[in-house]
T-cell receptor
Framework: GQQVMQIPQYQHVQEGEDFTTYCNSS?????IQWYKQRPGGHPVFLIQ?????EVKKQKRLTFQFGEAKKNSSLHITATQTTDVGTYFCAVFSGSARQLTFGSGTQLTVLP | DAGVTQSPTHLIKTRGQQVTLRCSPK?????VSWYQQALGQGPQFIFQ???????QRGNFPDRFSGHQFPNYSSELNVNALLLGDSALYLC????????????FGSGTRLTVV
């Protein structure tokens, strides 16, 4: 399956600061999905991007898919303690019928 | 609208034993995929079941097997457990192959001692 690298691995921010995680691939991606996993929890689907240059927003979360479809980012504005967790990007391969996850970015929000 | 249900939530087994994990998909979903998540890592694909057949398999040995029942529920079986099999096992359901996103269950935490 298509491989994705995710950075940073860890991020500590003060509550109210912004946060961004990046997902990069050496090959063109057909799509990118983003999941959030709270500590001790399970991945929860956030969004899927499929179009070049696509930007989608969910309240304080902004998701972008690069023009070349080789990278994606998730930006959180004014973080809150409820944003704590690990954010994963993942690529879905229809032919392989599987999601390939990045290594995740673990976000800690300090009150 | 019920989400994905997995049982048991936690399990401790001894090396060499066998284990069966169970999953009931979200209502309306017909496809079940299983993932293994080691501590601090992203989930790794084990296999996917659709129409009671294994449709795709990840890079896991034959010790890992599964089954899907007519009501779309699924089981994951692991034989001859190794210490390295200790992980969170996640079941994900979808309508079709999953190209619109998966719904994950809360997982089964397996510890092999």
């Amino acid at each position: 399956g298509q491989q994705v690298m995710q950075i940073p691995q860890y991020q500590h921010v003060q509550e109210g600061e912004d946060f961004t995680t990046y997902c990069n691939s050496s090959t063109t991606l057909s799509n990118i999905q983003w999941y959030k996993q709270r500590p001790g929890g399970h991945p929860v689907f956030l969004i899927q991007l499929v179009k070049s240059g696509e930007v989608k927003k969910q309240k304080r979360l902004t998701f972008q898919f690069g023009e070349a479809k080789k990278n994606s980012s998730l930006h959180i504005t004014a973080t809150q303690t409820t944003d704590v967790g690990t954010y994963f990007c993942a690529v879905f391969s229809g032919s392989a019928r599987q999601l390939t996850f990045g290594s995740g970015t673990q976000l800690t929000v300090l009150p | 609208d019920a989400g994905v249900t997995q049982s048991p939530t936690h399990l401790i087994k001894t090396r060499g034993q066998q284990v069966t994990l169970r999953c009931s998909p979200k209502s309306g979903h017909d496809t079940v995929s299983w993932y293994q998540q080691a501590l601090g890592q992203g989930p790794q694909f084990i296999f996917q079941y659709y129409e009671e057949e294994e449709r795709q398999r990840g890079n896991f040995p034959d010790r890992f097997s599964g089954h899907q029942f007519p009501n779309y529920s699924s089981e994951l079986n692991v034989n001859a457990l190794l210490l390295g099999d200790s992980a969170l096992y996640l079941c994900a359901s979808s309508r079709g192959t999953g190209n619109y996103g998966y719904t994950f269950g809360s997982g089964t935490r397996l510890t092999v001692v």
